[in-house]
């Protein structure tokens, strides 16, 4: 089966109906834009994702609920925290004595940040620094990325979101995330995913120029910074997911390919099998 015919039929069959945008939805997430008394990073401090701080986060706790069908009162992972762009809106959407949070990124200063100013309002919401080498974000990790092991236990959470975390990651070291959020997932639990997932037959549509590197399933868009914004072929997307141990529920293209869609990267939604808790 080719890529995109994997993607096809991903999209179109597999994939049950995105969740209605409810008068509380919008709500909330009009809150999270507008409210000043949320935490918000400086300016100056924002390390990663282009665009408005507020907005994105809004926008995302959106297709976390709609798309990905979070529900308040359960255990959510972030893998990529970042400087809390994810957090600080789930703060508004998780239930305070049921649902709970962790955070994980290599990058010191965002986690000090999220330590700091979002735990002692919000103490469900946990943040860890795992120090793994990247060539962009540290440099100097002491962790091997295709060695990861997050230091929790099977089943230990019901939503884990990497968003745009595929995207600066090789391959080999993508593979090793699946099957870490196959072992975390609990029965029914969702893996929200970002990519770039191309078909491997044209790349000229794109609004970024992809090239394949080398003979492998990676693609790069940024010669001096191959990680910066990095592609995946579908079908290893798929093909991997499968055998993590995850069900694939859809592949939706993004609007980075010029075409209209509600996100801009690729997005993945994939199942632990076995019945929710």
Request: aromatic share 14%; net charge negative; glycine share 12%.
């Given at each position: 089966m080719t890529a995109t015919l994997a993607l096809r039929q991903t999209t179109s069959e597999a994939a049950p109906a995105i969740g209605s945008m409810t008068p509380e939805l919008a709500w909330l997430m009009a809150h999270v834009q507008t409210n000043r008394f949320l935490p918000h990073p400086p300016p100056d401090?924002?390390?990663?994702?282009?665009?408005?701080?507020?907005?994105?986060?809004?926008?995302?706790?959106g297709h976390f609920v709609r798309i990905g069908r979070l529900q308040p009162h359960e255990r959510v992972f972030d893998i990529g925290c970042g400087i809390?762009?994810?957090?600080?809106?789930?703060?508004?959407?998780?239930?305070?004595?049921?649902?709970?949070?962790?955070?994980?990124?290599?990058?010191?200063?965002?986690?000090?940040?999220?330590a700091q100013t979002i735990s002692p309002a919000y103490p469900r919401f946990r943040f860890q620094r795992l120090d793994i080498a990247h060539p962009l974000y540290n440099p100097q990790g002491s962790l091997?990325?295709?060695?990861?092991?997050?230091?929790?236990?099977?089943?230990?959470?019901?939503?884990?979101?990497?968003?745009?975390?595929?995207?600066?990651?090789p391959p080999e070291e993508l593979v090793v995330y699946l099957h870490e959020a196959a072992r975390l997932l609990a029965p029914g639990g969702r893996l929200f995913l970002t990519a770039f997932a191309l078909d491997g037959q044209s790349t000229g549509q794109?609004?970024?120029?992809?090239?394949?590197?080398?003979?492998?399933?990676g693609w790069y868009a940024i010669e001096e910074a191959p990680l910066a914004a990095a592609g995946i072929d579908a079908g290893f997307l798929l093909e991997h997911a499968t055998q993590a141990g995850l069900a694939v529920e859809r592949l939706d293209p993004g609007h980075w390919r010029g075409h209209s869609a509600a996100h801009y990267q690729d997005l993945l939604v994939a199942v632990k099998p076995g019945a929710q808790r």
């Open positions: 401090s924002i390390f990663v994702g282009d665009g408005d701080y507020r907005a994105i986060g809004a926008e995302f706790l809390g762009r994810m957090a600080v809106p789930l703060t508004q959407y998780l239930d305070p004595e049921r649902g709970s949070y962790d955070g994980v990124d290599p990058v010191m200063d965002g986690i000090l940040w999220c091997p990325g295709n060695e990861v092991r997050f230091g929790f236990a099977n089943q230990s959470f019901d939503f884990i979101t990497m968003t745009s975390v595929a995207t600066h990651l794109e609004r970024l120029k992809f090239r394949r590197w080398g003979e492998g399933p």
